[in-house]
């Protein structure tokens, strides 16, 4: 765990001063906005905001060549870009508490609390790039899991990266960017 918690500290300190803001930004957003991202193991997905529900920004998820048909899943977020819900069409969900510190600079610890009763504490270590973040994740052990690096376009909708660990390598590139007609 001191390891772990050196190498947090060290990657704080390494943040660039310049590094732009982090947040989704949710009051630019209008529902029908989309991104599709074509993903190295996943193909082409497309994620529209669809408006909120309760306190929660949220986005359906579809998997294919264009945004729409089935859902894949969908995504609860705050206000600032963190997951607070993920579901699938089945009804298989996980819940972050507070959220999954995606979108939270430094270190940040959350659970992970999925509706088959599996809970697992996670830290994600994040700093602010020039063109966007970089993360590290572990476990409640401090044993790595994953990290990668992301850019983020100009109202904070996740473009071009990728994240290696357990899985594999995993690349992100931003195809198109829009809004669907309603």
């Known amino acids: ?13 390494g943040t ?21 991202i074509n993903q190295s193991q996943g193909g082409m997905i497309h994620h ?30 705050d206000k600032d870009g963190n997951y607070v819900r993920w579901v699938r069409p089945d009804g298989f969900e996980i819940r972050y508490r507070p959220h999954d510190c995606t979108r939270t ?3 940040c610890r959350y659970k992970e609390i999925h509706s088959d009763g599996t809970r697992k504490q996670r830290t994600r270590v994040t700093e602010a790039t020039k063109k966007g973040l970089s993360f590290k994740e572990y476990d409640e052990n401090g044993t790595f899991l994953f990290g990668g690096k ?8 996740a473009g071009n ?4 660990g357990a899985q594999g390598k995993q690349r992100f590139t931003l195809k198109k960017r829009g809004v669907l007609a309603n």
């Open 48 to 77: 529209v905001y669809t408006g909120r529900k309760g306190k929660a920004f949220v986005l359906t998820s579809y998997r294919g060549a264009k945004p729409g048909g089935t859902p894949a899943f969908e995504t609860h977020l």
């Open 105 to 107: 600079l430094g270190q």
């Open 16 to 36: 660039s001063a310049n590094a732009q803001d982090i947040r989704w930004q949710s009051e630019k957003m209008t529902p029908g906005a989309y991104v599709s």
């Open 1 to 13: 765990m001191k390891h772990f918690l050196a190498i947090a500290l060290a990657s704080l300190m």
């Open 150 to 157: 992301m850019n983020l376009e100009e109202d904070g909708w």
């Open 161 to 164: 990266g990728a994240i290696d």
